[in-house]
C-alpha cells in the first residue's frame, strides 16, 4: 500500500474508532441507570458494585474516544483493553446462552431494541480489534509516538 493511502486510513480508522467509542459513551451516560441494569444482568458483580463499574466504563469510553481522536499517549491501549474486556464478557454471554443486550450503545441502540445478538457484537467487536490492530502496527512502522495529555511536562 502506498504511504498515502497507508496514512489515510490511519486516519480514518482512528476517527471511525474514536466515534464509536465516544457515541457508546455518550449514548449511555444519558441514562446510566439503564446501562447499570445491562451489566448487572451478565451476573459478573456483586450488586454493589454494578453501578460504580457502569458509571467508570461510561467515563473511560468516553475519555477514551476523546484521547484517541486527539491523538493522545494511552488512549489506544485504554481502548484496546476495554475492546478486549468486551470480548471477554460477550464470549461469557454467549457461552451461558445469555439472552441479553450486548450494552454497546446504549438504551436507545435499534439492535438492542429489536433483538439481543452478542455473536453479532462480538463479530462487530472483533472487526474493532483488528482496526485497533492497523493502528498499532501503523504506529510502530511508521515511528509515530501519540501526543501527552498535558503537554511535554507539568506546567509547560
Known sequence: MNPTRSRLLYLVLRFLVAGVFLWSGASKALHPELFEETVG??????????????????????VAGIGLFLDKRGALALIALMMVVFLAVLGY???????????????NDPEAQVFHDLR????RDLF???AIVYLYIWRLSNGLSPRPWFG???GS
Open 93 to 107: 454471554g454467549i457461552s451461558l446462552g445469555l439472552d441479553v443486550d450486548c450494552g454497546c450503545f446504549g438504551p
Open 128 to 130: 474493532i480489534l483488528l
Open 41 to 62: 444482568a451478565y451476573g459478573l458483580l456483586p450488586p454493589v458494585l454494578v453501578f460504580p463499574f457502569a458509571l467508570a466504563f461510561i467515563c473511560a469510553e468516553i
Open 120 to 123: 453479532g457484537a462480538f463479530i
Open 152 to 154: 511535554d511536562r507539568l
